[in-house]
């Protein structure tokens, strides 16, 4: 036979690569549609491997024409693993619910996997004795996971996407198979109009996929954002959508709303301006998040701030709000002004390895619905909001909900405290996105808050919203309406991540 062990090792590094990409985008697809990034990529993983486990346990009734079924099985996990966004987003399409699809492609990719293992390594006993026939098999898909993973991380989901990724590696399947057969056509007479055959549709359908999928996605997420899109993007860290209706557009990361240009004042100018006016004389200011401008464009309206450094892990949400024309309108080109300088980094990251003193910090991240984003609002982080700021600096927080989600306010507002800060609540009525809430902390001062914040003058500072009787109104809190004992709220640590899951048990039934 023409075929040799090396080929065979081929197919196994494509099986490795070809698996852990498939993982890999399944969890990704599994955070934008589902929520919770450590839940969705923990039952991810652990599912593909049980069902592995399946897929093993049904190769030992395989007992005949290993190479055919070895080819039919990559032919099968060529179309599905190509495929898998394409699935997704036309089941969302569709029926509006992808978990029952996402699990269930896990589930059969593995068991694909699972099952060609087993056989390749039968398959190729001839060629080498059983200790180092099973080591290199094992050997190969693990140098292939480990090639999927960096291809993935690096290459896959910046460069190509979710859209393209799946199809290419897809093609790694099916192009080894080809491979195969060629090595093997002249034993396999019986079977060569059936090989041409099941060539010929894998290559329909990878070729379908090609031009349909982009088609597709967008279908999808003109379906889920309701809104015209008129940018979508899938950075190395989330998929970027800025959409448009009736004049006003809207900024999501991973499917949650970050901005509307209809009522973003609303947000933004409540969470810098009490801040930034407490502090009295604001010369270095850092904004960590807030990669749309928006929050730097408050900023700049004091003519006395000398620096801001904007901290955003995401470049491509701050080259978008630096090239965009819609979000380049919003912030006022407010990322092109010498004062402001960009860096792409983790906040935390940042903070920890920083000596420089600010007199202001502004921290405008996602809601800590996950344990990732949790650590951005942990009394380790805070502590180190502490550090970084001048004798009198101030610091901010955006919050969530007081009312939607209000343990996890408390949460934060006790953590912020418990960090050194004299912590004070603001919220506020944001016409797209309800009641929310930001949390001032304040260094060395132990002055009445709600008083100093409510007597701050606005003389010096023009602003669309934002008013003297509106500083009363967003620092002041009405009656506990909600039956929701706030003594018991534990700090939320990095050892003892407790936010998420105060946010997550919040009413957003009600939302």
């Known amino acids: 036979m023409k075929y040799t062990s090396t080929l065979l090792k081929v197919a196994l590094f494509a099986t490795g690569l070809s698996g852990i990409v498939s993982e890999y985008t399944l969890s990704t697809l599994a955070t934008y549609f589902l929520g919770d ?16 486990g399946l897929g093993s346990r049904l190769s030992k009734k395989f007992e005949t024409n290993l190479m055919e079924r070895f080819v039919l099985i990559e032919f099968g996990l060529s179309c599905i693993a190509s495929n898998v ?86 093609a790694v399947n099916f192009f080894v198979a080809l491979v195969l057969i060629y090595a093997v056509w002249e034993e396999v007479k019986a ?49 970027i959508i800025l959409t448009y209706d009736r004049g006003d557009f809207w900024l999501f990361l991973n499917g949650h709303q970050q901005l509307s240009s209809f009522d973003e004042a609303m947000y933004h100018e409540p969470l810098v301006h009490p801040a930034m006016l407490l502090q009295g004389d604001t010369r270095r200011v850092l904004v960590l998040g807030g990669g ?24 491509a949400v701050t080259s978008l709000a630096s090239n965009h024309s819609a979000l380049v309108q919003i912030n006022k080109n407010s990322l092109a002004d010498p004062k402001v300088r960009i860096i792409n980094q983790d906040g935390f990251t940042f903070l920890a390895d920083i000596t420089k003193k600010y007199d202001v910090i502004i921290a405008d991240f996602p809601d800590p619905r996950t344990v990732d984003l949790g650590r951005l609002y942990s009394l380790e982080f805070y502590q180190l909001c502490y550090a970084a700021l001048t004798q009198h600096g101030v610091f901010v927080t955006q919050a969530g909900s007081p009312y939607y989600a209000t343990q996890a306010f408390h949460c934060i507002e006790k953590t912020i405290k418990a960090a050194g800060f004299n912590p004070l609540p603001l919220h506020n009525q944001v016409v797209t996105l309800g009641e929310w809430g930001w949390i001032i902390g304040v260094k060395n001062s132990r002055k009445n808050l709600q008083h100093a914040v409510q007597n701050l003058s606005l003389d010096h500072v023009q602003t669309a919203w934002l008013t003297e009787d509106a500083l009363t109104l967003i620092s002041s809190f009405g009656g506990k309406i909600f039956d929701q004992p706030t003594e018991l709220i534990e700090i939320n640590r990095l050892h003892d991540p407790v936010l998420f899951k105060y946010y997550m048990n919040g009413r957003w039934d009600v939302y």
């Open 191 to 239: 079977q060569k109009k059936r090989f041409i055959l099941y060539s010929g549709i894998v290559l329909l359908i990878l070729l379908l996929n090609l031009i349909f999928s982009q088609r597709i996605v967008e279908w999808g997420d003109k379906i889920r954002y309701q809104d015209r899109v008129v940018y979508s993007e899938q950075s190395r860290y989330q998929k």
């Open 37 to 52: 990034s450590v839940f969705q990529w923990t039952m991810i993983v652990s599912v593909m491997l049980f069902s592995m």
């Open 292 to 315: 749309d401008g928006a929050a730097v464009r408050e900023v700049l309206k004091y003519e006395q701030v000398e620096e801001i450094t904007l901290v955003d892990l995401d470049p």
């Open 85 to 170: 966004t394409l699935i997704v987003y036309s089941v969302f399409a569709v029926y509006g619910q992808t978990a029952i699809v996402i699990y269930g492609l896990c589930i059969t990719i593995g068991l694909f996997i699972g099952m060609e293992i087993p056989i390749v390594i039968r398959l190729n006993e001839q060629f080498q004795s059983l200790k180092v026939n099973i080591s290199s098999a094992l050997e190969n898909d693990y140098y292939g996971s480990l090639a999927g993973g960096v291809f993935f991380a690096f290459i896959g989901l910046p460069y190509l996407g979710l859209t393209y990724t799946p199809p290419i590696l897809g």
